[in-house]
């Protein structure tokens, strides 16, 4: 499902400081935040924690492609995938969600696919 304008440039802004954005695991809204197991496709580089938020807010301000999906935990709630160049050829798999002011880091992994 496409995604308004609205909402990516709310994430980018909340993406943007560390005080609006988390990837704490929990088991109601599980996370897999693995961005030192990534390499940036510029430098080749594992990705910092910091770095792969600066990595989300350049590729969404880029235009990179972005899609809603609906999540299964916790059930119904919205969810955006970005799947992007990583190092070498590597995909990148990120799912973000947006809550209560925060944006939320639930996926940053080589993609599966």
Excluded at 5 to 12: F, P, S, T
Excluded at 30 to 46: D, I, K, N
Excluded at 83 to 112: C, D
Aim: hydrophobic share 35%; charged share 20%.
């Amino acid at each position: 499902m496409p995604v308004s304008n609205d909402v990516i440039l709310q994430i980018i802004g909340l993406a943007r400081s560390a005080r609006t954005r988390t990837s704490t695991f929990s088991k109601v809204r599980p996370t897999h935040w693995a961005p030192t197991e990534c390499r940036c496709p510029v430098q080749g580089e594992p990705f910092t924690p910091d770095g792969a938020w600066q990595f989300v807010v350049q590729q969404l301000e880029e235009g990179c492609a972005i899609e809603e999906i609906v999540l299964e935990k916790p059930p119904g709630k919205k969810g955006y995938v970005l799947i992007v160049k990583g190092w070498g050829g590597e995909e990148i798999y990120i799912k973000l969600q947006l809550g209560s002011g925060m944006v939320i880091g639930r996926s940053f992994h080589l993609s599966r696919r």
